[in-house]
């Protein structure tokens, strides 16, 4: 069965200091990888999609950037944090056929 | 003008009550329809999909609407456990690209 994993689950971090976020999908081949944001009391926010290694879809301008170095593989991004990249970071993936799309379980940052 | 909209509620309705959300979406070719859910401080789960002939899984019945360009979710005698936040998802004919809406919250109250 597939699975995905994201890491780390909370993290604290200063303004202005860098980010890294990761994602890894198991059981499937070529899937689809999201990262979304929500906000506070707020819905879900497309930040990049990628249909495969390499290609990377920015949706919204902003400090964060993603790569995608593996076919399972997908990493969120910042060199220098913002008070409001604060959020809950969602990583996910989908299938084209399936067009169903699995979320891992989250990462809380909180920009101090 | 947002590709989907929901009311964010919040829904405050009894235990055993019958309670129905709708969720509206703007792009008239797109292809699939689901329905997750999402408890407090957790990620979204796939609660059901949408088909144009309407299904029904337990105490829960989805509905689309291409004409209106809406869906529906009605849960029937409602739980303490289905307190969640309940969010409508759309998706383009490519497949790659989900759209959201905001969630409507629900609390059941005994």
């Known amino acids: 069965s597939q699975t995905i994993h994201q890491w780390p689950a909370t993290l604290v971090q200063p303004v202005g200091s860098p980010l890294s976020l990761e994602c890894t999908v198991e059981?499937?081949?070529?899937?689809?990888l999201y990262w979304y944001r929500q906000a506070a009391g707020r819905g879900l926010q497309l930040l990049f999609y990628s249909v495969g290694i390499g290609q990377i879809s920015s949706e919204v301008p902003q400090n964060l950037s993603a790569s995608r170095p593996q076919d399972r593989q997908f990493i969120l991004s910042s060199k220098k944090l913002l008070l409001s990249d604060s959020g809950f970071y969602l990583c996910a993936w989908s299938v084209f056929s399936g067009n169903t799309i699995y979320f891992g379980e989250g990462s809380w940052l909180t920009v101090v | 003008r947002k590709e989907v909209e929901q009311d964010p509620g919040p829904f405050n309705v009894p235990e055993g009550a019958t309670v129905a959300f709708n969720c509206t979406y703007s792009n008239s070719a797109s292809q699939s329809f689901f329905w997750y859910r999402q408890d407090c401080r957790k990620e979204p789960k796939l609660l059901m999909s949408v088909y144009s002939s309407g299904n029904e899984d337990g105490r829960f019945t989805a509905q689309l609407n291409r004409a209106s360009q809406y869906i529906s979710l009605l849960i029937r005698d409602s739980k303490l456990s289905d307190s969640a936040t309940y969010l409508c998802?759309?998706?383009?004919?490519?497949?790659?690209?989900?759209?959201f809406g905001t969630g409507t919250s629900l609390t059941v109250i005994p």
């Open positions: 059981g499937t081949s070529n899937p689809n």
């Open positions: 998802v759309v998706t383009t004919n490519t497949g790659n690209q989900f759209y």
